[in-house]
């Protein structure tokens, strides 16, 4: 009996420690990191921001920003070579023949002024040298292999044609024109919407398992997690905190950081609907219209977008409304118009039931009673105001004397965790979560009756995410609020959520309470997010539902 | 905050140059008739003296006997006086066309754009020259032509940053909370748009004393007053002859605008470390 | 197709704004203080009383105001810009002599400094932090700053004066009678020094924001996806970073085009060299208001011009300008 030589690993990273430029929150970005990725193996890389995971997929390309940030110690041994020790004509070698990259933005990762077909005509002539018309065949090839269509009319297109899903799947042939060894892609998903997100990792996968690649996954989802990886290594803080087989680690996480992660993942544990519904109804929305138009000049006219086509729903004191959609669904346009942001064309909102303006007169008449939590914690606080003045300036605008509206202040910030030092400091101090919090108190400061809340969580790491949905959670308990909840993730909506309401275009197509939606879904649009949600145990689909 | 702003100032050393430079020209400005022994217009010595032929005038004369640095120290006075007061209007002018064209948008923005365009379209200086000519030259002609043709570049980067800031969702809350619009402009925009306001500012004195010594050169100046232009203007015609009447007040032109275009580079290092507050 | 229409409606703008500046000369001499037709006579011709009269009638300025403005339109689209009692000849006359020395002058100026400006801004971000890119950075400020007027007249008094190595005055050699070939190298020195100085301005502007825009484009993603695809440093330059920085490049050559008109006006009276920008200054000299103003509105058909061009140029390179 021969023995089976020992499989080789494609990718072998050693005791990498990357450096930071002094002056940094720490003196190494990675500290001591270790993985092994086979041939036909996906290797999950989890962490939050900051924890290093793309530091580790930029050295092994090496396209870190030396000599600000470098690898000081450790081997990353791929084809038999340590990448280290290899100079950057070396590294170009293999850049593109024998590795590829996806990165995290679509949209800036074309050259805007190069056509499509230009740009993977690149990878081919940067390594082998090819007659004209087999270059064309293979760039065809390509693009029709990542699923796109009309490559003959793609070849010869510039970027701003395509959708950001487009984009990263133009990207991905790229990437994998030269049938390289090795994909790394560093959280390639994150930026697009969740039915898209579901198509290109179904498109990774069938691309791996035809050409056998090697894939390192960066991410911070464990849903994603659960549904690609083989191996999994979790990072925090430049540290391999944990690392193993996918599904050992999710059913049995050892370290408390990992446990931490999975545990904050909305589980798909769903709000009960109350026994008795209130009686007041807050809000109610009619056949609420909208539309604008894009990109006009004085000579020509722009694009009309129907963001709003005949809306309809209601909202009693204490419940939570989710509007669920993705991108372009319109759900943020009619957070707007019922807070008095936008004007809206046709249709009638009532707020306790008095009917609203629309336009100027909306926001006079409701009297700040109806608030608002953005999405943006970066945003969404004037980075030259301090903290206090902030939360203070809406009741101060109607009418509370200064000192007054300040004590409310204070007290507002202890409500929502932070301390009352914190109203002299600027927004620029604090972390994304805890700006959110303070966003939370600048509209808890009107003593609104109506809270509408765009996406409050999904710019925050995940394990902060949990957090400040508590808090929401708390609030509305203590002053029983009716809320708008608006988001893209039905996981967040289903824990959070009386009543859903799924938008798509403009239009509800799906509407009722939570714990029914979910699991009984009528409309195919509701199916297919669902679906597309990564989950945590895959084996919890919803087959049964096809019944 | 401010120590910070120092401290990336401090880095930039020709930032620093040129602060040392403006300086010593306020200084001398202030000092004027000490440093200046002589009237500048006064017939201080023999025609088209060398430097450091006379004594007590170690720049030399021109074709009238006039002493070289006493008219250089005028002409400081002067310059200083035209950059600073025009650029102020300017200012005014300009913030106050982009502001509103970039928070109200839509045909106020289209209407204001393109009238900002067409005044861009105008050649500066020929205008300047043109309204100069017709209005008669005095220090407020020259003051009122510098600002109308310099206006259209500050209200497009106004514009520019008002259209952004306006999107923010400070302000979506601020309007939220209540507050009316000119307090929203000038409360919350205003103070996140002043850095490129300011370092634009350095740039436009610099670029005024440029347009007024021209306007100077071409005989356009104020009459009254000695100007470096002006001095470089009547040594057009007898270069052959006396090269330091042209190469000294050229000289302090170039210094003053080196020195204001490079505190403007500092001033942009300093103020825009952090582009848009995001910390992370 | 999308060329041609965003080109017209160009085009109509320029057109309108010509217009508008005509509108504007005409609203200066009624806004100026003293006569009206005393101030288009020039003082030249404000000394003939018979002159004058004939301005009168043909201003008629008992007329209704919007009347007044129609009909000098209309001797504006014309192409009559008035009479030069000075110099004896129809304005327009005048300016048409001197255009093909200014089209001369500022277009080998615009030509030379956008060349030299992208050349070195591009050299300088490609060493960006060493000496080299100091260097370029240090001379592009001095010129920033330097007078125009000053810089011409030390090029003369170096080249010239000094060195005796260019003229300095003039278009050609005056009484040397040449032909062909040899008055096309005469006018070619003579061009020399007026266009290298008008150019170095300017090239100062244009490498400035060359190397600004390089820098800054080459920290985009693109430039990154370029790099994970081995594609080679030289290429990269040029095709991802050099080709996306043009973009503002080129509309701030369109926006400085009007500018450089300008600098013509103290370049060619320090070099005497005879184009419009000459003629203004004598303009200047002579109180000869409506030469100048008809100057000017010619000064401003020219930077209309220029931008057109810029603006086919940006077509040219900005594949997705169909879409605005």
């Known amino acids: 009996m021969t023995m089976d030589a020992i499989p080789v690993p494609v990718l072998d990273v050693q005791d990498l420690d990357i450096r930071l430029p002094a002056g940094g929150d720490r003196a190494l970005a990675v500290r001591g990191a270790s993985l092994r990725l086979m041939a036909g193996q996906t290797l999950c890389v989890v962490g939050e921001s900051g924890s290093g995971k793309s530091m580790i997929a930029n050295a092994i390309m090496g396209l870190l920003p030396r000599p600000h940030v470098e690898p000081v110690a450790g081997r990353i041994v791929f084809d038999g070579q340590d990448l280290l020790q290899l100079g950057e004509d070396g590294l170009r070698t293999l850049r593109g023949r024998r590795i590829g990259m996806v990165f995290q933005e679509p949209m800036s990762a074309l050259n805007p002024v190069m056509r499509i077909g230009e740009q993977i005509a690149e990878v081919f002539d940067a390594h082998v040298r090819l007659p004209a018309a087999e270059k064309r065949r293979r760039i065809l090839a390509a693009l029709a292999d990542v699923g796109l269509p009309e490559p003959e009319v793609l070849i010869d297109s510039y970027p701003f044609r395509l959708s950001g899903g487009q984009r990263q799947r133009v990207v991905i042939a790229c990437a994998l024109a030269l049938e390289p060894a090795l994909l790394i892609c560093d959280e390639p998903t994150t930026a697009l919407d969740v039915t898209t997100q579901a198509q290109i990792l179904a498109l990774i996968r069938d691309l791996q398992r035809r050409k056998g690649t090697a894939v390192l996954f960066i991410t911070h989802d464990f849903g994603v997690v659960a549904e690609i990886a083989d191996q999994v290594v979790v990072m925090q803080t430049g540290q391999v905190v944990e690392a193993g087989g996918a599904a050992a680690v999710l059913a049995r996480p050892q370290h408390a950081y990992t446990r931490k992660l999975i545990a904050a993942i909305p589980d798909g544990r769903v709000r009960a609907p109350s026994a008795e519904r209130p009686v007041e109804r807050v809000l109610q929305v009619q056949d609420l219209r909208k539309t604008y138009v894009t990109g006009g000049t004085l000579f020509r006219k722009g694009r009309r977008v129907e963001a709003a086509r005949g809306l309809s729903f209601e909202l009693r004191r204490g419940e939570t409304l989710g509007l669920v959609g993705e991108s372009g669904s319109g759900k943020s346009t009619v957070g707007r118009c019922i807070v008095g942001l936008s004007p809206f064309d046709g249709g009638r909102v009532l707020f306790n039931g008095r009917t609203m303006q629309s336009g100027a007169q909306f926001r006079a008449q409701s009297q700040g009673r109806i608030q608002m939590v953005f999405q943006d914690p970066y945003a969404s606080l004037n980075p030259r105001h301090r903290v206090g003045p902030t939360i203070a300036a809406g009741p101060i605008a109607q009418g509370l004397p200064r000192a007054e509206a300040m004590a409310r202040a204070l007290e507002l910030l202890q409500l929502v965790g932070l301390g009352p030092e914190a109203a002299e400091r600027f927004p620029h101090e604090f972390s994304g979560g805890q700006r959110q919090r303070i966003g939370i108190a600048r509209a808890l400061a009107m003593r609104p009756a109506l809270l509408v809340a765009d996406e409050p969580v999904s710019a925050l790491d995940v394990s902060v995410q949990a957090q400040v949905l508590a808090l929401f959670a708390e609030v509305r308990e203590r002053f029983q609020l009716a809320m708008v909840f608006i988001t893209h993730d039905l996981r967040v909506a289903g824990e959070m959520c009386d009543h859903i309401a799924v938008?798509?275009?403009?239009?509800?197509?799906e509407y009722g309470e939570t714990a029914k939606v979910l699991a009984d879904p009528r409309h195919a649009y509701t199916r297919t997010l669902i679906e597309a949600q990564p989950r945590l145990s895959a084996a919890a689909r919803p087959e049964a539902l096809a019944a | 905050m401010k120590s910070s702003f120092w401290r990336r100032f401090r880095r930039n050393k020709g930032a620093?140059?040129?602060?040392?430079?403006?300086?010593?020209?306020?200084?001398?400005?202030?000092?004027?008739?000490?440093?200046?022994?002589?009237?500048?217009?006064?017939?201080?010595?023999?025609?088209?003296?060398?430097?450091?032929?006379?004594?007590?005038?170690?720049?030399?004369?021109?074709?009238?006997?006039?002493?070289?640095?006493?008219?250089?120290?005028a002409g400081a006075r002067v310059s200083l006086l035209i950059g600073v007061v025009s650029t102020v209007v300017s200012l005014f002018i300009g913030v106050g066309v982009g502001a509103v064209a970039g928070y109200f948008g839509g045909w106020i923005d289209a209407t204001l754009m393109r009238f900002t365009e067409l005044f861009q379209a105008i050649p500066s200086f020929a205008l300047a020259i043109v309204l100069v000519a017709i209005f008669e030259p005095s220090v407020q002609s020259i003051v009122a032509a510098i600002a109308v043709v310099s206006w259209p570049p500050v209200a497009r980067l106004v514009r520019s940053e008002f259209l952004t800031l306006r999107q923010r969702d400070f302000v979506a809350a601020a309007?939220?909370?209540?507050?009316?619009?000119?307090?929203?402009?000038?409360?919350?925009?205003?103070?996140?748009?002043?850095?490129?306001?300011?370092?634009?500012?350095?740039?436009?004195?610099?670029?005024?004393?440029?347009?007024?010594?021209?306007?100077?050169?071409?005989?356009?100046?104020?009459?009254?007053?000695?100007?470096?232009?002006?001095?470089?203007?009547?040594?057009?015609?007898?270069?052959?002859?006396?090269?330091?009447m042209a190469v000294f007040p050229g000289v302090a032109i170039l210094m003053t605008v080196l020195a204001l275009n490079l505190v403007g580079e500092g001033l942009n290092d300093g103020l825009n470390a952090r582009a848009d507050g995001k910390g992370k | 197709m999308k060329r041609l229409q965003f080109m017209s409606v160009r085009l109509l703008q320029g057109l309108l704004a010509l217009l508008l500046i005509a509108t504007v000369n005409f609203m200066l001499v009624r806004a100026a203080p003293g006569d009206p037709v005393s101030i288009m006579a020039g003082e030249a011709g404000a000394s003939d009383p018979q002159f004058v009269a004939q301005l009168r009638q043909q201003f008629g300025l008992d007329?209704?105001?919007?009347?007044?403005?129609?009909?000098?339109?209309?001797?504006?689209?014309?192409?009559?810009?008035?009479?030069?009692?000075?110099?004896?000849q129809s304005v327009v006359a005048l300016i048409m002599?001197?255009?093909?020395?200014?089209?001369?002058?500022?277009?080998?100026?615009?030509?030379?400094?956008?060349?030299?400006?992208?050349?070195?801004?591009?050299?300088?971000?490609?060493?960006?932090?060493?000496?080299?890119?100091?260097?370029?950075?240090?001379?592009?400020?001095?010129?920033?700053?330097?007078?125009?007027?000053?810089?011409?007249?030390?090029?003369?008094?170096?080249?010239?004066?000094?060195?005796?190595?260019?003229?300095?005055?003039?278009?050609?050699?005056?009484?040397?009678?040449?032909?062909?070939?040899?008055?096309?190298?005469?006018?070619?020195?003579?061009?020399?020094?007026?266009?290298?100085?008008?150019?170095?301005?300017?090239?100062?502007?244009?490498?400035?924001?060359?190397?600004?825009?390089?820098?800054?484009?080459?920290?985009?993603?693109?430039?990154?996806?370029?790099?994970?695809?081995?594609?080679?440093?030289?290429?990269?330059q040029r095709r991802h970073v050099l080709r996306n920085a043009l973009l503002p490049v080129v509309t701030l050559a369109g926006i400085q085009a009007g500018g450089m008109i300008g600098g013509a006006v103290l370049t060619e009276t320090v070099f005497a060299w005879p184009g419009i920008g000459r003629l203004m200054f004598d303009a200047l000299l002579q109180r000869d208001y409506n030469l100048l103003l008809g100057c000017f509105l010619f000064t401003a058909a020219m930077a209309v011009l220029f931008n057109l061009i810029t603006d086919f140029v940006y077509t040219l390179v900005d594949p997705r300008i169909e879409l605005s």
């Open chain 3, 97 to 236: 002599e001197r255009l093909p020395a200014t089209l001369l002058l500022t277009g080998t100026a615009f030509v030379l400094s956008l060349a030299m400006g992208i050349g070195l801004g591009a050299l300088a971000s490609r060493h960006a932090g060493r000496w080299i890119d100091s260097a370029i950075t240090v001379v592009a400020l001095v010129f920033y700053a330097t007078p125009l007027y000053w810089l011409a007249m030390m090029a003369v008094l170096i080249f010239t004066v000094q060195m005796d190595l260019l003229p300095a005055f003039g278009f050609f050699t005056v009484g040397a009678d040449l032909r062909g070939l040899d008055k096309v190298l005469d006018i070619g020195r003579h061009l020399i020094l007026p266009a290298a100085t008008l150019a170095l301005f300017y090239m100062a502007v244009y490498a400035r924001m060359t190397r600004a825009a390089m820098l800054e484009v080459a920290q985009m993603d693109f430039v990154k996806t370029a790099r994970a695809k081995g594609v080679s440093p030289g290429r990269i």
């Open chain 2, 16 to 73: 620093v140059f040129g602060l040392v430079v403006l300086a010593l020209v306020a200084l001398v400005t202030a000092l004027g008739p000490l440093v200046a022994q002589h009237d500048p217009w006064d017939m201080a010595g023999m025609p088209f003296a060398a430097p450091l032929a006379e004594p007590g005038m170690p720049l030399g004369t021109d074709t009238m006997g006039r002493d070289i640095l006493s008219g250089i120290v």
């Open chain 2, 175 to 244: 309007q939220l909370a209540g507050q009316s619009t000119p307090r929203i402009i000038l409360t919350q925009i205003l103070p996140n748009a002043a850095s490129p306001i300011v370092v634009m500012a350095s740039l436009m004195i610099a670029t005024a004393i440029l347009l007024e010594s021209s306007l100077s050169f071409l005989g356009l100046g104020d009459p009254n007053r000695m100007s470096w232009g002006y001095m470089v203007g009547s040594a057009r015609t007898v270069l052959r002859q006396a090269w330091w």
């Open chain 3, 63 to 88: 007329q209704p105001l919007p009347n007044q403005l129609a009909s000098y339109l209309g001797r504006v689209l014309q192409l009559d810009l008035g009479f030069s009692y000075r110099q004896q």
């Open chain 1, 503 to 509: 938008m798509q275009r403009g239009e509800i197509v």
